[in-house]
């Protein structure tokens, strides 16, 4: 059974930084490509970051330039650090692995900007 924690998240004012990270039980590598996503209240989840297998990364416009998507393939964990945050940025953040056919989901962490 794959399992991802993720930590990281927390109260912050706008213009601040937070890093998540999700430690992933497998091997980095097993996973076709690894992510981040985020749920706000009344929205539907949608995509911030990914990486996959070969390092390549992807950012959502609304994040780019802000958030920065990376792993440690020794320690399975990837991080997202979100810099400059604003309030919509406010959301529970997930992580997300990918194997083919199927996908795996931490429990999120909870990420609120706010003054």
């Known amino acids: 059974q794959v399992h991802l924690v993720e930590s990281g998240g927390g109260l912050v004012q706008p213009g601040g930084s937070l890093r998540l990270s999700c430690v992933v039980s497998?091997?980095?590598?097993?996973?076709?490509?690894m992510g981040w996503y985020r749920q706000a209240p009344g929205k539907e989840r949608e995509l911030v970051a990914t990486?996959?297998?070969?390092?390549?990364?992807r950012v959502a416009d609304s994040v780019k330039g802000r958030f920065i998507i990376s792993r440690d393939v020794a320690k399975n964990t990837v991080y997202l650090q979100m810099n400059t945050l604003k309030p919509e940025d406010t959301a529970v953040y997930y992580c997300?692995?990918?194997?083919?056919?199927?996908?795996?989901w931490g429990q999120g962490t909870q990420v609120t900007v706010s003054s």
């Open positions: 990486i996959n297998v070969n390092g390549d990364t």
């Open positions: 997300r692995a990918d194997i083919p056919y199927k996908v795996y």
């Open positions: 497998e091997n980095i590598f097993d996973f076709t490509s």
